[in-house]
């Protein structure tokens, strides 16, 4: 596939150009109320200007962001586990402690964009939302670290701490109003100059950590804290989405003054959504993703780990995040690849009728990126990808 | 010696007794001219004997007695060989003089022994001819090897039966209610021994090998405490299997067999005796150290009561009943290798205890 990559983008781009503007008629509805339109089996679309308050461009796995870009669209299939999801959401309540689900499933069998269809549920629903992109983000990829102030022994994370709140505040325009009517419990002493007094709105604490970098770990767990006293007294509902959460049991690369590794529990944003995952709270919802990047070697030829919850969040972690519900994503069922296909047609992102471009050898003509909108080419997508929705888009795409 | 008797001869025939002769005249050669007389009496008239002229011997040769022989105008006479009488006095072999139906096998060949080409009366023939349609292989007589490799002419058929029937008195018939339920063994006869027994073409019928005893132990019909049973398991270390509750003990540092097999006992002995002790510091177990991961008293478990009693405050129809359910399979989850079937009942078994269904 790969050599003739630039080839067949080249010839798609020519074909592309006198196509361009077929109009497509949408067997999809954009829907205003999702609290009680789950449907799986049918295609979604988010709007453009939530998508970019819910930072779904980084959010979203590269490949999907890169065709989002593309058609100027955000259309997603919603399956199986996305109405899980939406059914164990809508049973939170005041008197419950915090649903906690966790995802997990194959490779690129739709872990992330199930958590992310989640979290644009939780916007539809005027849930408040405090999503990761992934944990691993603060266990392996800390830029600068400092030692705390407020505990001995922990580590300070402030780039990402600041990119935690900055992400905090942007995602959560729709309810910034309910954030500012919502007080402090108690005063917050940052330092010996900064402080956030006693029935204060808790936007002042982002705020105040956006600001100050060397203060947005302490920030991030106080803000935490107060959204959960405010979920406990059913001000509001929170959904906690955590992308790859088993790194937050995994293994760390932030190294400590006598070199060695800082264990996770080291880690200030890491025990603060370790507290986030913890239920002894109400009114809220914890999504996770299990994913295999964290134990997974790409140089370890010989083993080949599991993708299932245990093996990944380690004894210590499924400990602590029991009790749970998995809910499993799995490959497309032929119904479900038919309505992407149809998908990807009716946009012509599948542009080839057949392999007649007398240009080009006959070899390259029966790639099914050739003869795509034939019916050979639809079962040629099926049996390629193997059903596995991330091959499924890949071999749909160009790159 | 023999210069001696040359001596001898030349002292009779002295030169001077030729001399003495010749000036005699007369007596020389007397012993001769007497020997030619006797042959032919007639004298020419000079007085001078008749000397026969020499054509060929006197007696007949051997062509003229074979052509005679040949017209029948001879007769061939008969001689017996020179060892006659030792040829007789041996007896032939045993192999063509006795009769294979008659004669009771096992008696001629009751035990292992090599083998003997005049004993065996089968036409074998053993060895590698260049070109056998032409020449068969080497027969049995004088053959080496067919003494070189092993044989089993002592364990014809007839023979082991006859053993059998001979050592049947001492045997008791095999317990009939094994035969009809072979489970029963395992609780019957808990201890199994197998060793080997190996042979094979060579000088020495010893094996190192056949040294080596396995001995398998039902540990359950030990009878050990809970406890006591733990230890065991833990001193057995990976001769206990888990999925049989078995324990192997393989033992090869002795010599021999009934030596190892005395030994196997004796591990045995000592790992039951050890694990019945209880020392001072076993009481300093903790949860942690258990063997196998405990539904009951487990955090899970208290965490799962809470969440149950609070979600059926909260309108949820959690179904308390089937928590015993799920510590059973929560217990196999956690004690056994995770799969994704596994996971998958998991999932079912938390919705139907909280009382979320997947579809609702």
């Known amino acids: 596939m790969k050599p003739f990559g630039r080839l067949a983008y080249t010839t798609a781009r020519r074909i592309g150009t006198c196509k361009r503007n077929v109009t497509t008629s949408r067997h999809f509805s954009v829907e205003s109320n999702v609290q009680t339109n789950i449907e799986s089996g049918t295609l979604y679309e988010m709007d453009l200007t939530v998508a970019k308050q819910l930072n779904m461009k980084t959010h979203l796995p590269s490949q999907l962001a890169k065709q989002m870009d593309t058609l100027g669209e955000i259309v997603t299939l919603v399956r199986e586990p996305t109405a899980e999801v939406a059914s164990c959401m809508r049973v939170v309540d005041k008197h419950l402690p915090n649903l906690r689900l966790v995802l997990w499933g194959a490779f690129g069998t739709g872990k992330t964009v199930t958590l992310n269809q989640a979290v644009h549920h939780a916007y539809k629903n005027n849930w408040a939302i405090v999503n990761l992109r992934s944990a691993m983000e603060l266990t392996r990829r800390v830029k600068e670290i400092e030692m705390s102030s407020f505990v001995a022994g922990r580590i300070n994370d402030p780039s990402n701490a600041v990119a935690i709140l900055q992400n905090f505040k942007q995602q959560n325009q729709h309810v910034w109003k309910t954030l500012t009517d919502l007080l402090t419990e108690k005063d917050y002493e940052w330092s010996k100059s900064e402080r956030t007094l006693k029935e204060k709105p808790i936007t002042e604490i982002v705020e105040m950590g956006i600001s100050a970098p060397f203060l947005a770990s302490d920030c991030v767990g106080a803000i935490f804290r107060e959204l959960r006293r405010h979920a406990k007294n059913d001000k509001l509902k929170v959904l906690v989405a955590i992308d790859d959460a088993n790194s937050l049991w995994g293994k760390t690369l932030v190294k400590r003054a006598d070199r060695t590794y800082a264990p996770p529990s080291d880690l200030t944003l890491v025990v603060h959504f370790r507290r986030m995952i913890a239920n002894d709270w109400t009114n809220g919802c914890v999504l996770m993703v299990a994913d295999k990047k964290e134990v997974a070697d790409a140089r370890d030829e010989l083993e080949v780990s599991r993708h299932t919850p245990l093996e990944l969040f380690g004894e210590e972690g499924f400990e602590f995040i029991e009790p749970f519900v998995p809910i499993e994503t799995s490959n497309y069922t032929e119904s479900e690849a038919d309505t992407i296909y149809n998908y990807y047609v009716s946009k012509n992102w599948l542009a080839s009728k057949s392999g007649k471009h007398s240009f080009l050898p006959q070899y390259i003509l029966n790639l099914p990126i050739f003869l795509a909108r034939s019916e050979e080419g639809r079962k040629q997508l099926m049996y390629l990808s193997a059903f596995n929705p991330y091959y499924y888009e890949r071999l749909c795409a160009f790159n | ?360």
């Not at chain 2, 020499?54 to 061939?76: D, S």
């Not at chain 2, 001072?280 to 063997?291: C, G, T, V, Y």
Request: glycine share 4%.
């Open chain 2, 1 to 360: 010696m023999h210069r001696l008797s040359h001596i001898s001869t030349r002292s009779r025939s002295t030169l001077a007794d030729k001399l003495r002769s010749a000036v005699g005249g007369s007596d020389y050669g007397k012993s001769k001219q007497a020997l030619a007389a006797g042959s032919i009496a007639a004298k020419d008239e000079n007085g001078e004997d008749f000397r026969e002229l020499y054509v060929m011997p006197k007696r007949k040769l051997r062509g003229q007695i074979q052509l005679e022989q040949n017209t029948g105008r001879a007769e061939i006479k008969t001689r017996s060989r020179f060892d006659l009488m030792d040829r007789l006095a041996e007896r032939p072999p045993r192999s063509e003089e006795m009769d294979p139906e008659k004669h009771k096998w096992s008696d001629v060949w009751p035990a292992a022994r090599t083998f003997a080409a005049s004993v065996v009366p089968l036409p074998v023939r053993m060895g590698s001819r260049p070109n056998v349609e032409k020449r068969a292989p080497f027969k049995k007589e004088g053959n080496l090897e067919l003494v070189k490799i092993p044989n089993f002419l002592h364990l014809t058929p007839v023979a082991i039966k006859q053993h059998c029937d001979a050592i049947k008195k001492f045997c008791t018939p095999f317990p009939p209610e094994l035969i009809a339920t072979p489970s029963l063994a395992a609780t019957c006869l808990p201890i199994s021994v197998q060793y080997s027994t190996y042979i094979h073409q060579g000088t020495n019928i010893r094996d190192i090998r056949s040294r080596v005893v396995t001995m398998i132990v039902d540990v359950e019909s030990l009878k050990l405490t809970e406890n006591a049973q733990e230890k065991f398991i833990r001193l057995a270390g990976k001769r206990y299997n888990k999925e049989s509750k078995k324990l192997t003990i393989i033992t090869d540092r002795c010599h021999t067999r009934k030596q190892n097999l005395d030994y196997a006992h004796y591990l045995l002995t000592v790992l039951y005796h050890e694990a019945n002790k209880v020392e001072q510091w076993a009481e300093l177990k903790e949860r942690s150290d258990n063997l196998q991961v405990e539904f009951e008293g487990s955090e899970t478990k208290t965490k799962l009561v809470d969440l149950i009693e609070k979600a059926k405050t909260a309108g949820l129809k959690p179904d308390e009943s089937s928590i015993t359910e799920f510590g059973e399979m929560w217990k196999s989850y956690r004690n056994s290798e995770e799969t994704v079937d596994k996971t998958r009942e998991y999932g079912r078994q938390m919705k139907k205890l909280l009382g979320i269904s997947g579809n609702n």
